[in-house]
């Protein structure tokens, strides 16, 4: 089974509202990382947060771990439509294993 | 710099037929992997390579499914014969193993249709 589950699995806002995405694992990890994927393309790498790490920004993206819980959350304020996409957390256990485990994503429309 | 590039882009097949899709990583990355995607099971991890060596390949489904990395710069995911349940976007995805991140950088994918 997947690593991580995202939640919501779709969200629909409005141009300029802020959208937060949640992804939840199983087990201990090394880091998160924040994928972006458009219609018909491949996957982005947007952000990292590392395991003994809380809080990070990147522009407009924030992302927050909670290892105790086993879950992080993706922010994105002052959405735009072209941020329209769909966005997936992904695992990596640890450097040595080398693969990361995707979630099955949240879709995000953001509505002119 | 050129990104991972996948060849082809689309491929319809008729069930029964052998299917070869195509990966060169980004020049000096040394994992690479290949990853399935459908509406069902989401993004999956079929196998991965670092410095052209299998490392782990429990995720290909079937012995239909083989994978080969002959060098740094090429590797191929092929499946004979091919069934209708084959049809995804298998994307292949390479990764610079010394940077401690395991930072992916995806291909654009192979929509694979078998009918």
């Known amino acids: 089974s997947q690593q991580g589950e995202e939640d919501p699995q779709a969200l629909s806002i409005q141009e300029g509202e802020n959208a937060t995405m949640n992804c939840s694992y199983k087990?201990?990890?090394?880091?998160l990382q924040w994928y972006r994927q458009n219609s018909g393309r491949g996957l982005v790498h947007l952000i990292l947060?590392?395991?003994?790490?809380r809080e990070k920004h990147s522009g407009r993206l924030g992302v927050t771990l909670d290892t105790s819980k086993k879950s992080s959350s993706l922010l994105i304020t002052a959405s735009r439509a072209a941020d329209t996409a769909s966005y997936f957390c992904?695992?990596?256990?640890?450097?040595?294993?080398?693969?990361?485990?995707f979630g099955d994503g949240t879709t995000l429309t953001v509505k002119p | 710099d050129a990104g991972v590039i996948q060849s082809p882009r689309h491929e319809v097949t008729e069930m029964g037929q052998e299917v070869t899709l195509r990966c060169k990583p980004i020049?000096?990355?040394?994992?690479l992997f290949w990853y399935r995607q459908t509406m069902m099971r989401g993004l999956e991890l079929l196998i991965y390579?670092?410095?052209?060596?299998?490392?782990?390949d429990s995720g290909m489904p079937e012995d239909r499914f083989s994978a080969k990395m002959p060098n740094a710069s090429f590797s191929t995911l092929k499946i004979q014969p091919s069934e209708p349940r084959d049809s995804a976007v298998y994307f292949c995805?390479?990764?610079?193993?010394?940077?401690?991140?395991?930072?992916?950088?995806f291909g654009e994918g192979s929509r694979l249709t078998v009918l």
């Open positions: 995805a390479s990764s610079l193993g010394t940077s401690q991140t395991g930072e992916l950088f």
């Open positions: 087990t201990s990890i090394n880091n």
């Open positions: 947060i590392r395991s003994n790490e």
């Open positions: 992904a695992t990596l256990l640890n450097t040595n294993a080398g693969k990361s485990t």
């Open positions: 020049s000096g990355h040394n994992s």
């Open positions: 390579f670092n410095n052209n060596v299998p490392i782990d």
